[in-house]
Every structure is written in C-alpha cells, then in structure tokens.
C-alpha cells in the first residue's frame, strides 16, 4: 500500500515520545522495489559524531555497491531528501532520531527522539520498524506521583520526556495554626486538612489517569505521606501502582525519571517472564500455542495470532515475494518467487512478522533470551483460535 496524504511527510521540531509515533500506518506501507530508506541514529552527545559518521559512510557505501539502474538514481534521490536530516546536528534534548525517507512515493518521516535508538540504516521495500518497536518495548509511558504531607505533583514519564500534568499545593504547616491552640486542637486540624488533601490529590490522579494509556502509576515521595495518600486512592488508580519509592521532593528531574525508569524495567521483565510462561504452558498442553518461524509465519499469514512473541535481541534471515508476500525463512531469494513468480527480496524475518502482526492487529511482546523455553525458538504466538 502506498502511503496516504498528510502521512506522507511528518518533520517533528521537539523531541516527541515513541508512543507518539504511529507505527500502525507505516506498518501498511510498502512497494514492489527497494525505495525506502530507514535511518536510526543516536545524536546525544559529542562521542556519537564519530561513529555516526563512520556508519553511515560505510552502509550508504555498500548499499551503493548492490543497487543500480533506475533503483540507484531512486536512492540517490532518497538520500538528498533525507541528508540535511540524517547529518544536521542534535537540537536541544534531542538524543536519536528517525528518519523514513522514499523519493519515489514523495515520502519523508522525521522523528526527534528523547532516547537513544540503535544505529541502523536500512534500504527495504518498506519502513524498517523493528528497532522503533523494541523502543517502543522499552520505553513506555507511565505516570509518576511525588507526594509528601504538604505537596503533590504529577508526572508524566514519555519516553524520558517529563510533562508535569497537575500541581497541587497545600500549607498544611501553618495554614491552621491560630494563637492560643492547644497542641491537640492543632494536630487534629492538620489531620483533616491532610485528609481532605489527599482525597483532593486522589480525584485529581483519577481524573489524571482516566485521560492517559499509561503502563502505570509510580508512587514516590519520602516519609509515609505516600502510604496515607495510597490508601486514599480509587481502587482502580491503586491497583495501577507499579511501585512504591522513596525520594526526596526536590529530587532533580532526570533522577525522578531514572528511579521511574528503574521500576519500569524490572516490571517490563516480569511481564516477559509472564508471557513466556503462559506461552510455555499452551505449548505443553498443546493449547492456542505455536512456536518456530515455520509455524508462526503461517499462523500470522492465516491472522490467527493474538500475541507474537520475539525473542528481544534476533534476527532471521530470510525472502519474500514482494507481489504476494510469500515469506520463506533461512533460504537464499530465488530469482522468481515459486508461488506467483513475482520479484523477491532479502528480508530479516521478524521484521516482517512484525508488520504481519501489526496488519492483522496482534499483539507484539518482546521476550527476554532466557525466557524462551527453548533457546531454537526465536518466535512463538498465542493464537486467537
Ligand atoms: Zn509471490
């Protein structure tokens, strides 16, 4: 499918969240030829000017030395549209970036990143989009709470991009301390005006969380403020707390987001460990369950596939038809396909199954290497039926 209007051109002036990033359109994309290029490049910092540069020649020099004819004077075109994008240097916060580019179907994508993707570049039928979705794994959105006695704020984490969402303020301290209050008439007032607080700072986070698809909710803060205002909260918003932390309140931005960060990812490992046991456990009792990319390249073919697992860190090489997406695994490409005859391409598997899953709406999980049941499975699927 050829890549609809506004889509076609997205240039992003501020670094944006991966979850910002519409991955299901660009997953319709694709053509009969090698017309799209896809470049992922860590900016942040002086020490990756060097490698980028040294990447970058190198792949743009073997790609040069593969393509010809009407395809390498398409390339040649590609890359004058992308290059002022590809080498311009970071802007502020930005740390990588993405750039989708095809001059033939008058495509260009720029995506300014707060994280750092791997280095990549990659000439395909289609945008490459594996490395987007493990960042997109990776980096989710959750929500932060910084509480203590006197002050609350909310925090969304995107893609360590911080967006503070309410503020809440009280002066607890002193707001109720009047001349001539016994010490018992004050502490019992600053007990209510704690309470009515918190369920204030309670309705907000409701309302907060309804609004936003978040992983999650991290509830930090020192003391025990943060346990009060925990056993305050809807139990909806409670049961979406991933963890419970404790920091100071004027805790600079970039450790509130690593400590968030830190949670997440032990969480983000659970869940791997979670869904290949569920996968292990369908494939004993020979349930809604196949492994192997045989077996899963079917399955995604038929849209049978709920959830695909991928193993985190894999590639598989392989072929495809580009006219009827016939897909074959560990084969060199045959001049013709062998089931209609079209044009072939060398294709790394899982990103294909990647798209498949994406065109067919399941669910995609990335699964630790130790995970797996069996270290041959780089793929599996639950399926629908
Ligand atoms: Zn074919």
Redesign the pocket.
Known sequence: MNPEEPFRKILTEAPVPVTDIDIRPLAEIYAEKNVYLSVYLPVGGRENEHPNKIFLDSRLKAIKEVVTGELLSDFEKTLEMAEEYIFEPAISGEKGRIIFASSPESFLQVYRLAVEPERSLVLDTSPYLLPLARLRADYEDYGMLLVDSQEARFVCIRSDLAEEREHLSTDLMNKHKKGGWSQMRFNRQRKEAMKSFFTEVAGNVEDTCGKLKTKGLVLAGPGNAKQQLQEMLPEEVRNSILDVIDVPMDIPKDELIESGNSVLQEEELAESNRWAKKFKSEILKGGLAVAGVKNVGQALEQARVNVLLMRRASSVPGWI??????LQANATPPVE??????P?SKVNILEEFYELAQRTGADVEFVEEDDFPDQDYVVGALLRY
Do not use: K
Request: aromatic share 0%; hydrophobic share 0%; net charge neutral.
């Open positions: 038809c580009e006219r009827c997406q016939n396909c062998d089931r209609c005859g079209g072939t």
